[in-house]
T-cell receptor, first 113, second 113 residues
Framework: GQQLNQSPQSMFIQEGEDVSMNCTSS?????WLWYKQDPGEGPVLLIA?????ELTSNGRLTAQFGITRKDSFLNISASIPSDVGIYFC?????????????FGKGTLLTVNP | GAGVSQTPSNKVTEKGKYVELRCDPI?????LYWYRQSLGQGPEFLIY????????DSGLPNDRFFAVRPEGSVSTLKIQRTERGDSAVYLC???????????FGQGTRLTVV
């Protein structure tokens, strides 16, 4: 089936540093999304991207939908301790199965105060 | 309630037993989804309901897994003859319709011993 390759698997950074993570696929997708999951909780949507080349910000978070439609990245600026968690990319096709989310394996972010 | 509610939060069962996992979606949401998240992985799609009917059950791993949504609201995921490999977090999500944002519950952590 379709797979998303997410990297890095984990990151350990100091508070205040910027973070970047990305996701690639061999298939084209029409929507890219980024989620955050805290321990014992379900994923929460951070940013959704709907057009190739789109660059969208949500506070300190910025994400881009690659022009090839096969990749996306997420940047977090000036990290703070509450940014700790697992970040997942996800993608959707258009058409009949557009409800189905395909997820990457996640990036575990640790922020050292 | 305000969000998607899943019960129980944790379930430990013996190999070979039958289990039921419950999902209460956000009121008024017609679309409901089940995903399975194994340790260190992203969620994987299991089944999608539109109203009372299972519109796509292509993600169910085998015929030991079954899900229902008889009144178009609460859904139950049923697993027969559980195996140790079924151990995972089972996530439920709902959305107003198939084209809008899906909101996840906190998940049920199933452990088969």
């Amino acid at each position: 089936g379709q797979q998303l390759n997410q990297s890095p698997q984990s990151m350990f950074i100091q508070e205040g540093e910027d973070v970047s993570m990305n996701c690639t696929s061999s298939s084209i997708f029409n929507t890219w999304l980024w989620y955050k999951q805290d321990p014992g909780e379900g994923p929460v949507l951070l940013i959704a991207l709907y057009k190739a080349g789109e660059l969208t910000s949500n506070g300190r978070l910025t994400a881009q939908f690659g022009i090839t439609r096969k990749d996306s990245f997420l940047n977090i600026s000036a990290s703070i301790p509450s940014d700790v968690g697992i970040y997942f990319c996800a993608a959707q096709n258009s058409g009949g199965s557009n409800y189905k989310l395909t997820f990457g394996k996640g990036t575990l972010l640790t922020v050292n105060p | 309630g305000a969000g998607v509610s899943q019960t129980p939060s944790n379930k430990v069962t013996e190999k070979g037993k039958y289990v039921e996992l419950r999902c209460d979606p956000i009121s008024g949401h017609t679309a409901l989804y089940w995903y399975r998240q194994s340790l260190g992985q992203g969620p994987e799609f299991l089944i999608y309901f539109q109203g009372t009917g299972a519109a796509d059950d292509s993600g169910l791993p085998n015929d030991r897994f079954f899900a229902v949504r008889p009144e178009g609201s609460v859904s139950t995921l049923k697993i027969q003859r559980t195996e140790r490999g079924d151990s995972a977090v089972y996530l439920c999500a709902s959305s107003a319709d198939r084209n809008t944002e899906a909101f996840f519950g906190q998940g049920t952590r199933l452990t088969v011993v």
